[in-house]
C-alpha cells in the first residue's frame, strides 16, 4: 500500500508528544449546486484542495506564484503552479506531483543567475520538503530544477540536506523534534557570497548555508523563550528599507500561539542577522495577522520597489478546523482559497522599534466594477444601509466620544439574524462571525478574533473587504489586519451600522463593488 499523508494530516493529529496520522477524506460531490461560491477576488484552485503557497518568483516578467494542491480533500499531494500579477491568477497544472504516495510539502523556489547549483545560468531551483521513503521522522530537503522558467521540474532523487535527527532520536522528544523539520526558505546572501536558509523545527528555526544549493552546513538556531508560541512552520528570513532609510532583518513564522490567546498567523522578530546568527531585537514577536485565518504565509520583494516594498499572502486557513469540507466543496468542487495579496512597508513607531505595515496590494482597487459613496451616518443604535452586494471593499470611518461598541455588520441577512460583526469595544477590534455560522460546517468556538488596541482611542479607520466565503480587516495605517473565513448564503448581502451607548459618527463611507472576477 502507498505511503499517503497529508501535510494536513500531519499536523491535524499534533498532541502533547509525537505526530499523528489521520486518514484522508476522499468524499466528493456528486454534483455541483447551481449557485456558485467561488471567490470573485482571491485565488481559488481550480478544482481539489489548496494549502499552503509558495514564495514567487520572477520568471518571464511575472510572478510565478506556486501552492500545495491536492485532487482530495485532506490527501496527500504536491505543488500546483500559477502566474499572477497580484489580483488576477492563471493556473497550470502540477508541476511537482505526488510521487510513489510520497507528497511533496511547502519550501521555496530561487532564481540562481550565477549558475551555482551547476543546472545552467538563470535556472529557477526548488528546495520542499519530502518524508523520504514515507518516514514521517524522515522529513528532509530536496532539490528541483527548472531550466523553462519554473513550468516544469526535474527532482535530485536524494534530499540534499538529511534530517540527522531523525536517523538517531530515540526518545520521544528527540522523535518529536525529528517529525518537524521542514520548509526550508532560501536567499542569496550577496555580501557573503553564499546561500541561506531558514528551516522550521518544533521549537526553533535552524540556519544553513550553502554555496551551490546543493551541500548545506548548520550554522545556529534561533530559539525563544515562549514554548507556547508553538514550532516553527514556513519560515521567512529577509531584510527590508524601512521609512526613516535605515535596514533591518525580519524572521517570520506561522505559528500557532492559541493557547496563551495569541494569534495562530504570522508571528515575527525585528532583528540583524550576520552570516550566521539570527539576534532578536526583542524576543517577544510581533503578529501580521490577528485573524483566524491567515496561515503559512509567504512575502517577497515587489518588483517596482524590492527593498522597500515586499508583498504577501497567506492561507485562508486554520489547522484547528481545516480537516473539513466547506460549502464550495459541494456548489464548486474545491477546498481552499489564499489571502489578497497586501503590500508590506516597514516604519519606525514612535516608541522606537520597528513594525510591518500591511495595506491591499493598490492594483486591486482598479478591478472594481462600481464604486458608491454613501453619505455620512450618525447613528445611535443601528441604521442598515440603503446597498447590497456578495464581493466588494468597504471603507470608512467610525468617530465616537461615549458609545461602548462601534462597529459595521456585513453579510447580513435580510432578516438581520446572520451578519459578522467588525467593531471596536474597550481594548479589543474584532471581528466575530459567529452570528454567520451555518449549519454543517460550524467553526465554533473560533468564531470571534481579537487584536489589540487603545481602550481611550475613539476614532478608527477601517477597509473592509468581503469575498463570498472571506472577511479580511485593515485597520488604521495597517498596523492591524483580522483575516477570516465567513460561510455567507446567497442572501447575505446586507451591511449595517451600529452604536450602542451612546453616538457614533460613520463617515466617508465608500463601497467598491467587484462584481466579476479579478
Given at each position: 500500500?502507498?505511503?499517503?499523508?497529508?501535510?494536513?494530516?500531519?499536523?491535524?493529529?499534533a498532541?502533547?508528544g509525537a505526530?499523528?496520522?489521520a486518514?484522508?477524506?476522499?468524499?466528493?460531490?456528486?454534483?455541483?449546486?447551481?449557485?456558485s461560491?467561488?471567490?470573485?477576488?482571491?485565488?481559488?484552485?481550480?478544482?481539489?484542495?489548496?494549502?499552503?503557497p509558495?514564495?514567487?518568483?520572477?520568471?518571464?516578467?511575472?510572478?510565478?506564484?506556486?501552492?500545495?494542491?491536492s485532487d482530495?480533500?485532506?490527501g496527500a499531494?504536491?505543488?500546483d503552479?500559477?502566474?499572477?500579477?497580484?489580483v488576477?491568477?492563471?493556473h497550470?497544472?502540477a508541476?511537482?506531483?505526488?510521487?510513489?504516495?510520497?507528497?511533496v510539502w511547502s519550501?521555496?523556489?530561487?532564481?540562481?543567475?550565477?549558475?551555482?547549483?551547476?543546472?545552467?545560468?538563470?535556472?529557477?531551483i526548488?528546495?520542499a520538503?519530502?518524508p523520504?521513503?514515507?518516514?514521517?521522522?524522515?522529513?528532509?530537503?530536496?532539490?528541483?530544477?527548472?531550466?523553462d522558467g519554473g513550468f516544469?521540474?526535474?527532482?535530485?532523487?536524494d534530499?540534499?540536506?538529511?534530517?540527522?535527527?531523525?536517523?538517531?532520536?530515540?526518545?520521544?522528544a528527540?522523535i518529536?523534534?525529528?517529525?518537524?523539520?521542514?520548509d526550508?526558505k532560501?536567499h542569496?546572501d550577496?555580501?557573503?557570497?553564499e546561500?541561506?536558509?531558514?528551516?522550521?523545527?518544533a521549537?526553533?528555526?535552524?540556519?544553513?548555508?550553502?554555496?551551490?544549493l546543493r551541500?548545506w552546513t548548520?550554522?545556529?538556531?534561533?530559539d525563544?523563550?515562549n514554548?507556547?508560541?508553538g514550532?516553527?512552520?514556513?519560515?521567512?528570513?529577509?531584510?527590508?528599507?524601512?521609512?526613516?532609510?535605515t535596514?533591518?532583518?525580519?524572521l517570520?513564522?506561522?505559528?500557532?500561539?492559541?493557547?496563551?490567546?495569541?494569534?495562530?498567523?504570522y508571528a515575527?522578530?525585528m532583528?540583524?542577522?550576520?552570516?550566521?546568527h539570527?539576534?532578536?531585537d526583542?524576543?517577544?514577536?510581533?503578529?501580521?495577522?490577528?485573524?483566524?485565518?491567515?496561515y503559512?504565509?509567504?512575502?517577497?520583494?515587489?518588483i517596482e520597489?524590492?527593498d522597500?516594498?515586499?508583498?504577501?499572502?497567506?492561507?485562508?486557513?486554520?489547522?484547528?478546523?481545516?480537516?473539513?469540507?466547506?460549502?464550495t466543496?459541494?456548489?464548486?468542487?474545491?477546498?481552499?482559497q489564499?489571502?489578497i495579496v497586501r503590500?508590506?512597508?516597514l516604519?519606525?513607531?514612535?516608541?522606537?522599534w520597528?513594525?510591518?505595515?500591511?495595506a491591499?496590494?493598490?492594483?486591486?482597487?482598479?478591478?472594481?466594477?462600481?464604486?458608491?459613496?454613501?453619505?455620512?451616518?450618525?447613528?445611535?443604535?443601528?441604521?442598515?444601509?440603503p446597498w447590497?452586494?456578495?464581493a466588494y471593499e468597504?471603507?470608512?470611518?467610525?468617530?465616537?466620544?461615549?458609545?461602548?461598541?462601534?462597529g459595521?455588520?456585513?453579510?447580513r441577512?435580510?432578516?438581520g439574524s446572520?451578519?459578522?460583526?467588525?467593531?471596536?469595544?474597550?481594548?479589543?477590534?474584532?471581528?466575530?462571525?459567529?452570528?454567520?455560522?451555518?449549519?454543517?460546517?460550524?467553526?465554533?468556538?473560533?468564531?470571534?478574533?481579537?487584536?489589540?488596541?487603545?481602550?481611550?482611542a475613539?476614532?478608527?479607520?477601517?477597509?473592509?473587504?468581503?469575498?463570498?466565503?472571506?472577511?479580511?480587516?485593515?485597520?488604521?495605517?495597517?498596523h492591524t489586519?483580522l483575516?477570516?473565513q465567513?460561510?455567507?448564503l446567497?442572501?447575505?448581502?446586507?451591511?449595517?451600522?451600529y452604536?450602542?451607548?451612546?453616538?457614533?459618527?460613520?463617515s466617508g463611507?465608500t463601497?467598491r463593488?467587484?462584481?466579476?472576477?479579478?
Amino acid at each position: 500500500m502507498p505511503f499517503e499523508i497529508s501535510r494536513r494530516a500531519l499536523l491535524q493529529g499534533a498532541g502533547a508528544g509525537a505526530f499523528g496520522l489521520a486518514l484522508a477524506s476522499t468524499s466528493a460531490p456528486s454534483a455541483y449546486a447551481a449557485a456558485s461560491q467561488r471567490a470573485l477576488f482571491h485565488m481559488t484552485p481550480p478544482t481539489g484542495w489548496l494549502c499552503d503557497p509558495q514564495r514567487p518568483i520572477v520568471s518571464g516578467g511575472q510572478y510565478q506564484l506556486y501552492y500545495l494542491h491536492s485532487d482530495v480533500n485532506n490527501g496527500a499531494g504536491g505543488w500546483d503552479h500559477a502566474t499572477t500579477d497580484g489580483v488576477s491568477f492563471t493556473h497550470h497544472g502540477a508541476v511537482m506531483p505526488l510521487t510513489g504516495g510520497v507528497p511533496v510539502w511547502s519550501g521555496c523556489l530561487v532564481v540562481d543567475a550565477a549558475n551555482t547549483a551547476g543546472f545552467g545560468a538563470g535556472t529557477v531551483i526548488a528546495l520542499a520538503t519530502r518524508p523520504t521513503d514515507g518516514i514521517r521522522k524522515y522529513q528532509e530537503q530536496y532539490l528541483y530544477w527548472s531550466t523553462d522558467g519554473g513550468f516544469s521540474f526535474t527532482m535530485l532523487p536524494d534530499p540534499v540536506l538529511v534530517n540527522t535527527d531523525g536517523r538517531t532520536a530515540q526518545t520521544p522528544a528527540q522523535i518529536d523534534n525529528a517529525e518537524w523539520c521542514r520548509d526550508p526558505k532560501v536567499h542569496w546572501d550577496a555580501v557573503r557570497g553564499e546561500w541561506v536558509m531558514a528551516l522550521g523545527r518544533a521549537r526553533y528555526a535552524g540556519f544553513y548555508t550553502s554555496p551551490n544549493l546543493r551541500q548545506w552546513t548548520w550554522r545556529s538556531n534561533f530559539d525563544y523563550p515562549n514554548p507556547q508560541l508553538g514550532g516553527i512552520e514556513c519560515p521567512d528570513l529577509f531584510e527590508m528599507t524601512a521609512d526613516d532609510g535605515t535596514r533591518h532583518w525580519v524572521l517570520g513564522a506561522s505559528m500557532d500561539a492559541y493557547g496563551v490567546g495569541l494569534p495562530m498567523t504570522y508571528a515575527y522578530w525585528m532583528g540583524t542577522w550576520n552570516g550566521t546568527h539570527f539576534v532578536a531585537d526583542d524576543l517577544t514577536p510581533q503578529w501580521l495577522d490577528w485573524g483566524w485565518d491567515w496561515y503559512g504565509a509567504v512575502t517577497w520583494p515587489s518588483i517596482e520597489a524590492p527593498d522597500t516594498k515586499r508583498l504577501a499572502i497567506g492561507w485562508m486557513n486554520n489547522w484547528k478546523y481545516a480537516a473539513r469540507d466547506v460549502p464550495t466543496d459541494v456548489t464548486d468542487g474545491y477546498n481552499g482559497q489564499n489571502s489578497i495579496v497586501r503590500e508590506l512597508r516597514l516604519a519606525r513607531q514612535s516608541g522606537g522599534w520597528y513594525s510591518l505595515l500591511s495595506a491591499p496590494i493598490a492594483a486591486l482597487a482598479s478591478r472594481a466594477t462600481s464604486t458608491v459613496t454613501l453619505p455620512d451616518r450618525a447613528v445611535n443604535g443601528g441604521a442598515v444601509l440603503p446597498w447590497t452586494g456578495r464581493a466588494y471593499e468597504l471603507e470608512l470611518d467610525i468617530s465616537w466620544t461615549d458609545a461602548a461598541n462601534v462597529g459595521v455588520s456585513v453579510g447580513r441577512s435580510g432578516d438581520g439574524s446572520r451578519h459578522t460583526n467588525i467593531g471596536k469595544y474597550g481594548a479589543d477590534l474584532y471581528v466575530d462571525r459567529g452570528p454567520s455560522e451555518r449549519s454543517g460546517y460550524a467553526l465554533s468556538p473560533y468564531t470571534r478574533a481579537a487584536a489589540p488596541i487603545d481602550p481611550a482611542a475613539r476614532s478608527v479607520h477601517l477597509r473592509i473587504f468581503v469575498d463570498r466565503q472571506s472577511v479580511e480587516v485593515f485597520v488604521n495605517a495597517g498596523h492591524t489586519v483580522l483575516s477570516q473565513q465567513v460561510h455567507f448564503l446567497d442572501g447575505d448581502t446586507g451591511i449595517s451600522l451600529y452604536a450602542d451607548g451612546g453616538t457614533a459618527l460613520f463617515s466617508g463611507i465608500t463601497i467598491r463593488e467587484f462584481a466579476v472576477p479579478v
